[in-house]
C-alpha cells in the first residue's frame, strides 16, 4: 500500500471528479491534530512524527482519540508510512500522560484541524482534505506508484506533495 497527497484546485471540483469515477462517498469527518516532537530545532517531521488526532467528527470505528508515531519513506510518487505506535483513548488527557509517560522526549509542539471527504474507489480509499490555514489537498491510498499515479492524472491535480502535512503546517504555523 502506498500513500500520495496533492495539491488541488478546489474540495467541489476534486469531489465531482471522484463521483465520475464511480467514488462512492463514504463519510465526511472532522479532525483536530496535535503534533508532537523532541525540542531538537533539526527535527525533520517528514521521517518521523508523533500525532493525536482528536475526532471532532466522524464514523469511523475508533475511540474519539488517537495517538500514531509514523516513519515515512518519501518516494517519487507517494509514501510508505511504517506506524510505530497506534493506541486509542476516550480523552486528550489520556493521550497527553500516555506520551508523558512512554514517549518523555516528545513534547506538545503545535496543533491544526483539517475537514475530509472519504470516498471508496474499488479498493483504493481517497480523503480529499481542507486542512486549516493551508490548501486544498487530496490523499489517495492505492496498491502502487503506479496506480496512484494514474489516480492523480484522472482526478486532475495542481501539484504532488513531497513533505509530511506535520512539516508543512510547522513552516505555516511558526
Do not use: C
Request: glycine letters at 6%; a negative charge; aromatic letters at 10%.
Amino acid at each position: 500500500m502506498i500513500e500520495g497527497r496533492a495539491i488541488i484546485e478546489s474540495i467541489k471540483k476534486t469531489r465531482a471528479s471522484v463521483e465520475s469515477l464511480g467514488g462512492q462517498f463514504k463519510s465526511n469527518y472532522i479532525g483536530r491534530d496535535i503534533i508532537f516532537l523532541p525540542e531538537r530545532e533539526d527535527y525533520n517531521l517528514s521521517d518521523d512524527f508523533v500525532r493525536v488526532r482528536v475526532n471532532i467528527k466522524s464514523n469511523w470505528p475508533t475511540k474519539r482519540v488517537i495517538l500514531t508515531r509514523k516513519q515515512t519513506d518519501f518516494r517519487e510518487i507517494g509514501k510508505v508510512d511504517n506506524v510505530i505506535l497506534s493506541e486509542e483513548f476516550d480523552t486528550e488527557e489520556e493521550a497527553f500522560s500516555f506520551i508523558e509517560k512512554n514517549l518523555p522526549e516528545f513534547q506538545k509542539g503545535f496543533e491544526y484541524e483539517r475537514e475530509g471527504w472519504q470516498y471508496q474507489l474499488k479498493h483504493n480509499r481517497i480523503f480529499i482534505e481542507d486542512i486549516k490555514g493551508w490548501r486544498p489537498s487530496v490523499e489517495i491510498e492505492a496498491k502502487s506508484e503506479e496506480e496512484l499515479k494514474e489516480l492523480f492524472d484522472k482526478i486532475g491535480i495542481l501539484e504532488l506533495v513531497k513533505d509530511s502535512i506535520p512539516k508543512i503546517m510547522r513552516r505555516i504555523l511558526r
